[in-house]
């Protein structure tokens, strides 16, 4: 399967492809828009109800954001796409710990800022698009007193199931910056995956 | 210059074994040769960030939205000329026209800029360009990246884009006296609040999440960069002059 990207680009896209073993690739059967549009429809309609819910205290209001994401975010596939080339360096325990530090992250992060939304709005964009795993949909987030702003829910299938596999804020991709992120602490950290767990560990309080 | 000189002083990142390919890869990808220096720049501006321009902008967010508003609206009008220079150079008459009729319309039925008449009556919003910007479509490439304290995330070229957009600039060759510095001054402040007022929640987030907030700016910088420069942003990466 490597051959013609070797022939064809050279030696980096190999790099790149080795260095992404979460690309949905054996769940892949195929998205289609239309598919990934319900599906996003749907749980856009959920965070908003979940963000938008009169007499929720902040922490209640997460919760049920957070409720939402475990069910429509590919957690795992996320979690080892941000690893990348040290998924296959990290011991199966790292490895167990690793994805469950980072469920704790992600889940946190997102449902802290989505729970600040309130009064939010999704509406669909004007593009939607679609690459050979995976669908592309563009919304745009609008909030009270706030600059609008465009956000692109990405859609793969995992094991037959719609499930959003990034967001894209503004052109900036959330699992391509945290890749980014990680990368450089295992790099700091003399190129040991312990030492992002350690991280983690005290970030999430784990 | 100085800068880069010092720069390349204090020390390049060492780039790993060229063995080691992957590593390899992502080092060329991650597009930081200066990484040790940008790293030191970075700390400071983190200083600086934290006792002053932080604090200097949450005293600004006393004003009311729409007044804040309205101090991004006049900054965004007075950019006018610079955005349409940038909009010709990249072969954009359509989006030249939105920039110079945006600045006829607000100019006037805008009071001065203070209200986005153009957006809201008649639905041309606001869009951002730069030089930098303009370099990309002529196919210049990024070059190393760089950090600057108050300036923040940029690139040689991007760097080389903000010194062309100071001169395209026709309120850097207007006039001069004590109230002509004062004016200018008064708009490099406002310029400075309001885009720190525009990232508040954005930096504070990574501030707040990020276990390495130097590599989320980075890599945050040069992806939305990229999707500015193909114009699929709402309204740009926002630059000062």
């Known amino acids: ?206 | 210059m100085a800068l880069a000189g010092t720069a390349l002083l204090t020390g390049c990142a060492t780039p790993p074994a060229a063995t080691d390919r992957e590593a390899l890869a992502e080092f060329r990808a991650n597009n930081d040769p200066l990484e040790p220096f940008n790293r030191q720049m970075f700390a400071v501006h983190q200083v600086v960030d934290r006792a002053v321009l932080r604090p200097a902008t949450v005293a600004y967010q006393v004003l009311p939205l729409p007044v804040r508003n309205s101090v991004r609206n006049v900054l965004n009008n007075l950019r006018t000329p610079v955005v349409l220079v940038n909009d010709m150079l990249q072969g954009q008459p359509v989006r030249g026209g939105d920039t110079l009729g945006r600045f006829v319309i607000n100019s006037t039925l805008g009071v001065g800029g203070l209200f986005d008449v153009a957006e809201s009556r008649f639905g041309v919003p606001v869009h951002y360009e730069d030089f930098g910007q303009t370099l990309a479509t002529f196919g210049v490439g990024e070059g190393p990246f760089l950090f600057f304290p108050l300036l923040g995330p940029s690139n040689s070229r991007d760097l080389a884009g903000y010194g062309f957009d100071i001169a395209a600039q026709p309120l850097t060759w207007v006039g001069q006296g004590l109230a002509v510095s004062v004016l200018g001054g008064v708009r490099a402040g406002a310029t400075i609040l309001d885009t720190r007022d525009y990232y508040f929640n954005t930096i504070d987030e990574v501030n707040r999440t990020s276990l390495d907030p130097y590599a989320t700016l980075r890599s945050g910088y040069r992806q939305a960069r990229a999707n500015a420069i193909a114009n699929r942003d709402a309204t740009g990466t926002r630059s000062l002059p």
């Open chain 1, 1 to 206: 399967m490597f051959a013609p990207l070797l022939t064809r680009r050279g030696l980096g896209l190999l790099a790149l492809a080795l260095a992404l073993p979460a690309l949905p690739r054996g769940a892949a059967a195929q998205m289609d828009t239309g598919r990934a549009i319900a599906f996003i429809r749907a749980a856009g309609d959920e965070l908003v109800a979940a963000i938008n819910q009169p007499g929720l205290s902040a922490a209640a209001r997460q919760e049920r954001v957070a409720a939402v994401l475990r069910r429509t975010v590919d957690i795992e596939g996320v979690g080892r796409f941000v690893l990348g080339r040290f998924w296959r360096v990290a011991a199966p325990t790292e490895q167990q710990e690793y994805l469950r530090l980072f469920e704790a992250s992600l889940i946190r992060n997102l449902a802290g800022r989505f729970g600040e939304y309130q009064g939010v709005r999704f509406s669909l964009g004007r593009t939607q698009s679609r690459t050979e795993d995976d669908a592309l949909v563009s919304t745009v987030v609008q909030r009270p007193g706030q600059t609008a702003f465009n956000l692109d829910w990405r859609v793969g299938d995992v094991g037959g199931h719609p499930r959003i596999v990034d967001l894209i804020a503004e052109g900036t991709s959330l699992r391509l910056t945290q890749r980014s992120e990680y990368a450089s602490v295992v790099q700091r950290g003399s190129g040991q995956v312990s030492a992002l767990l350690v991280a983690m560990r005290a970030q999430t309080g784990r």
